[in-house]
């Protein structure tokens, strides 16, 4: 088992942002968690990557908002509750979020460059290597300043950047927000090649539609609360998903 949620219940002062939240991902999976806007996707993301934890503690030190944080999440067999986020990347957990950092004064090649030496990675030029083969768009545009790349093309750097930390399970916070459908499309095909390569992905989307045809499960969340399950085949079938998601 790769990860492990358990009754996972996440309170931010008394608001309930996650109620009793459970799932898993197997290795080698491609897992979704979907659901529309405010359901909990971001607070569940960063409580896997660790960053709730830090905002929970960097709050309670200034008294800000009271983060409650109930349940367990394993990782590989081990609670990872406590563990610091940088702790959890080099564990192999990297989560991709929307409007990651990226130079933008910098090249595409740059970029890639800088974010292989943060990770600490012994080969950052076969990371390009592989970054380039996953998005070929990239590599026509290795030169260009990552400031003038369309929105599409930064989450593809956004994304590529995150894989030369090497992930073990690579979280995918709305990577579709934002895209065309055609952006969209290309996008779900590189997750799928990532996929192949053996890298477990758990990716958070509003957008059923371009993401179920290639998932192997998903779980449908609704205000913090887990509502329907299966595989995408079947949440594709499924009628509620179909009139919330197809408006079908
Ligand atoms: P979106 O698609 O809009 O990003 P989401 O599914 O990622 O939504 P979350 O961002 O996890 O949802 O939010 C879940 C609930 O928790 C929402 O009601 C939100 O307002 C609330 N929430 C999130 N972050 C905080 C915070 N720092 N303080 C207080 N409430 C928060």
Not at 64 to 73: A, C, F, H, K, P
């Given at each position: 088992m790769m990860l492990e949620v358990k009754n996972l219940m996440v309170f931010y002062e008394n608001a309930l942002a996650l109620n009793d939240f459970s799932f898993h991902v197997l290795e080698g999976e491609f897992v979704s968690v979907l659901g529309p806007n405010s359901a909990g996707k971001t607070t569940m993301m960063n409580s896997i990557?660790?960053?709730l934890e830090e905002m929970r503690v960097r709050e309670a030190r200034r008294g800000g908002v009271r983060i409650?944080?109930?349940?367990?999440i394993l990782y590989k067999g081990d609670n990872i509750l406590g563990v610091k986020p940088k702790n959890r990347v080099k564990r192999g957990i990297v989560l991709a979020r929307e409007r990651h950092p990226i130079f933008r004064e910098s090249d595409v090649v740059e970029n890639l460059k800088i974010a292989g030496y943060l990770h600490g990675s012994g080969s950052v030029r076969q990371d390009i290597?592989?970054?380039?083969?996953?998005?070929?768009?990239?590599?026509?545009?290795?030169?260009?300043?990552?400031?003038?790349?369309s929105g599409g093309e930064q989450q593809m750097l956004m994304i590529g950047?995150?894989?030369?930390a090497r992930p073990h399970l690579l979280l995918l916070d709305e990577p579709l927000l934002g895209l065309s459908?055609?952006?969209?499309?290309?996008l779900v095909e590189a997750m799928k090649h990532i996929n192949h390569k053996g890298i477990t992905q758990l990716v958070t989307e509003q957008f059923a539609r371009p993401l179920l045809p290639f998932i192997d499960r998903g779980y449908i969340l609704e205000n913090g609360m887990h509502t329907l399950s299966g595989t995408g085949q079947e949440l594709m079938d499924n009628?509620?998903?179909k009139s919330a998601y197809f408006g079908i």
């Amino acid at each position: 088992m790769m990860l492990e949620v358990k009754n996972l219940m996440v309170f931010y002062e008394n608001a309930l942002a996650l109620n009793d939240f459970s799932f898993h991902v197997l290795e080698g999976e491609f897992v979704s968690v979907l659901g529309p806007n405010s359901a909990g996707k971001t607070t569940m993301m960063n409580s896997i990557s660790g960053l709730l934890e830090e905002m929970r503690v960097r709050e309670a030190r200034r008294g800000g908002v009271r983060i409650t944080v109930l349940g367990e999440i394993l990782y590989k067999g081990d609670n990872i509750l406590g563990v610091k986020p940088k702790n959890r990347v080099k564990r192999g957990i990297v989560l991709a979020r929307e409007r990651h950092p990226i130079f933008r004064e910098s090249d595409v090649v740059e970029n890639l460059k800088i974010a292989g030496y943060l990770h600490g990675s012994g080969s950052v030029r076969q990371d390009i290597h592989s970054v380039f083969e996953l998005f070929p768009t990239l590599e026509r545009f290795k030169n260009r300043k990552a400031g003038f790349l369309s929105g599409g093309e930064q989450q593809m750097l956004m994304i590529g950047m995150v894989l030369t930390a090497r992930p073990h399970l690579l979280l995918l916070d709305e990577p579709l927000l934002g895209l065309s459908p055609m952006l969209q499309r290309n996008l779900v095909e590189a997750m799928k090649h990532i996929n192949h390569k053996g890298i477990t992905q758990l990716v958070t989307e509003q957008f059923a539609r371009p993401l179920l045809p290639f998932i192997d499960r998903g779980y449908i969340l609704e205000n913090g609360m887990h509502t329907l399950s299966g595989t995408g085949q079947e949440l594709m079938d499924n009628p509620e998903v179909k009139s919330a998601y197809f408006g079908i």
